[in-house]
């Protein structure tokens, strides 16, 4: 298939679609949403390599399937961070972040009711895919408001020079690509 990246993680392999970020770089878009298979095989390979945690958190919406299937494994509770206040926090807390595929600056919101259940905690940070590290950064920012410890920051895939960076765990390397 013409356009496309063959990946292969956890033993599953897929062909991801190019697609432009601008006209000097495409990226392979590794999307978890509707693949089961690619999902639980992903869960299972993460929960092998990351360090002792007691709670995963993640940011909505690409790391929600991740995430649950984390958790589910692990029988540990999950919490997203949502794009958006909802109707249901009494006390939301909101962190400005930025990605590399989304044009616009993003929010992550949590309730402190939430964030006040991590504390004492061994939080893990999960995403599908670092890059830039915006969002992570902008997790760690929401962990900051509990009282729990980040214990690690781990992803599927990390792209681009984030491959480079000691500070995370992920299963695969995803190049960037330049025109």
Do not use: W
């Amino acid at each position: 298939m013409e356009n496309t990246y063959r990946l292969t993680v956890a033993g599953v392999t897929r062909d991801l679609p190019l697609c432009a970020v601008n006209d000097k770089l495409d990226i392979a878009a590794f999307i978890m949403f509707g693949d089961v298979e690619l999902t639980v095989a992903c869960a299972e390979a993460l929960l092998k390599v990351v360090p002792e945690f007691d709670v995963i958190l993640t940011a909505e919406a690409k790391g929600i399937p991740l995430a649950y299937e984390m958790s589910r494994q692990s029988g540990k509770k999950y919490y997203p961070a949502r794009k958006k206040a909802k109707l249901y926090m009494r006390r939301p807390v909101e962190i400005a972040a930025r990605t590399i595929t989304t044009a616009d600056e993003q929010r992550l919101v949590m309730d402190q009711d939430e964030l006040d259940e991590m504390d004492g905690k061994r939080i893990l940070i999960v995403d599908d895919v670092i890059s830039t590290g915006g969002a992570l950064l902008a997790l760690e920012a929401v962990a900051s408001h509990s009282k729990g410890t980040v214990v690690g920051k781990a992803a599927v895939l990390a792209e681009g020079d984030a491959a480079d960076r000691d500070d995370i765990i992920f299963l695969e390397k995803l190049p960037l690509f330049f025109k």
